[in-house]
């Protein structure tokens, strides 16, 4: 694998759920993150994407990731310098993501 022949301590699977990011082309967490783990045993594995809750981390612990990124989530913080309307509009989605479109 071209990140671990290039030193990378860590590897980051961000799954086709992550928050508008990446290819149209690609998998979720649940089946990259299992066959991360399988490839690359040594190398800790951090599932990104579509994340956003306790149990969404605890489901990617369960798939074999060793942490979690959380991403969108934290847009709407106070401290997030993103647009009131903008965190607005993210804090009342509730589609499940029907809507998104890459």
């Known amino acids: 694998m071209k990140a671990q ?5 860590v590897i980051v699977a961000q799954g086709s759920d992550a928050g508008g990011h990446g290819s149209a082309n690609c ?3 649940v089946s990259l993150v299992p066959e991360l783990v399988s490839a690359l045993p040594e190398t800790p594995i951090v599932a990104a994407g579509g ?7 605890l489901a990617a612990l369960a798939l074999g990731a060793q ?3 959380i ?3 934290f847009a709407t913080a106070t401290e997030s310098a993103m647009a009131d309307k903008a965190k607005d509009l993210l804090i009342h989605t509730f589609d499940g993501g029907i809507s998104t479109r890459r």
């Open 5 to 9: 022949n290039a030193g990378a301590d």
């Open 27 to 29: 998998a979720s967490i």
């Open 71 to 73: 991403g969108t989530r």
């Open 51 to 57: 994340i956003a809750d306790g149990r969404g981390a």
């Open 67 to 69: 942490a979690v990124v």
